[in-house]
Each structure stands twice: as structure tokens, then as C-alpha cells.
């Protein structure tokens, strides 16, 4: 985290330098805000990254009994990667014909 402070610093060097790492911003050598970049998210992202709801609903499945296990998820995808596969139209080979029109 690189720390720098508020006072005549410029901002738009501070946007930048947080796309890369959180940038710590000081006032009078005490921590005031972390600029943090957000270029590379879009708005349902940080929605949910900052909802307690999400997070609390996040939390009760984890502690739930149940669910799929992996290895059911993936035979399960398996069989239907098989079933497209068979279903695609084989190409046929050979010399490309170019019809005329006599």
C-alpha cells in the first residue's frame, strides 16, 4: 500500500497510482482515507462486494448442510460437453467446389 499525503498532492496521479495498489492518503503524517481503484469493476460488483445482506446470505449457505458435490458438478458437465460434442455437425474434407452457372 503506498502512502502519500493529501496536502498538494496531485489527484489524478492518486487515481492512477490506485489502480495499481490501495493508496493510503494522510493529513499531517495521520491516516484520513485509502483510495482504492475501481477501473477494472463494474457497478454489480462493488454492489455486492459492499452489501452486508450479500455477505450475510454468503455466510448462512456456507454453515448450510447439503449441497452438490464437486465431483457430481463436473461428471454433470462432463456428460453434457459429450452430448454437444456428438450433436455438432461433422465437417466434411475435401477439395472446395465452386459452382458456375452454366
Do not use: C, H
Request: no cysteine; proline share 5%; glycine share 8%.
Amino acid at each position: 500500500m503506498r502512502k502519500t499525503p493529501v496536502e498538494g498532492n496531485d489527484l489524478l496521479g492518486i487515481v492512477d497510482a490506485a489502480q495499481r495498489e490501495k493508496v493510503l492518503l494522510t493529513r499531517s503524517g495521520k491516516p484520513v482515507a485509502i483510495v482504492w481503484g475501481i477501473q477494472n469493476k463494474d457497478a454489480e460488483d462493488l454492489f455486492y462486494e459492499s452489501s452486508p445482506e450479500f455477505w450475510k446470505m454468503i455466510e448462512e449457505r456456507r454453515r448450510e448442510e447439503g449441497g452438490v458435490p464437486l465431483e457430481q458438478v463436473e461428471t454433470q458437465i462432463a456428460v453434457e460437453e459429450a452430448k454437444l460434442a456428438r450433436a455438432k455437425p461433422k465437417q466434411r474434407r475435401g477439395r472446395a467446389t465452386r459452382r458456375t452457372g452454366r
